[in-house]
């Protein structure tokens, strides 16, 4: 919001200092942008396995009845009906004595090959939430990767334009 306020009124006062703020603050934004994309592309297992190693210690949170961790298991219940996945990381098993209170959300309703498995009598999803999750990740990728390249797009041109009009106020 600062820096929109700079560019703006940057242009509209021609004011030579807010535009060179606003500049000087969207490329560091567009640096961060893309430091944080190389990050995520090169060390793309290690973020991977740092999901997994949250999903592991979320897991803990599901067997206690503790009144403190209802929420966070309602809302996976909710997860787990929208996107068709049981648990987090070991499927059923995750919910341990909760399972019979969560346990609809995780049934199949029309199993086919690969996609149910049976635990304590019920057919259950086989996928947890958690492998969908990175799956859904990895899956679109290419759709996150567009839109963080377009968003650089047009704030190159917001360089170029700012920078443009920097020049041609200190030319009056």
């Keep these: 919001m600062i820096l929109s306020f700079l560019g703006c009124c940057g242009a509209m006062k021609e004011?030579?200092?807010?535009?060179?703020?606003f500049f000087i603050g969207l490329l560091l934004?567009?640096?961060?942008?893309?430091?944080a994309g190389v990050v995520g592309v090169v060390f793309r297992s290690k973020i991977e396995n740092s999901f997994r190693?949250?999903?592991?210690?979320e897991v803990k949170i599901l067997s206690q009845n503790e009144p403190k961790n209802e929420a966070f298991q309602k809302n996976l219940d909710q997860i787990q009906k929208k996107f068709k996945c049981c648990g987090l990381v070991n499927g059923a098993?995750?919910?341990?004595?909760?399972?019979?209170?969560?346990s609809t959300s995780c049934e199949c309703g029309i199993p086919t090959n690969n996609t149910c498995v049976e635990y304590m009598g019920k057919k259950v999803y086989n996928e947890t939430c958690g492998e969908y999750v990175i799956n859904f990740l990895r899956k679109n990728l290419v759709i996150i990767a567009g839109i963080a390249f377009g968003v650089a797009v047009i704030e190159v041109l917001?360089?170029?334009?700012?920078?443009?009009?920097?020049?041609?106020?200190?030319?009056?």
């Design 29 to 35: 934004i567009l640096l961060i942008q893309i430091a």
């Design 53 to 57: 190693k949250t999903f592991q210690e």
């Design 158 to 172: 917001g360089l170029v334009f700012s920078m443009v009009l920097y020049r041609q106020i200190g030319k009056k």
């Design 15 to 21: 004011s030579r200092c807010m535009l060179l703020l």
């Design 93 to 102: 098993a995750d919910w341990g004595t909760n399972f019979s209170k969560y």
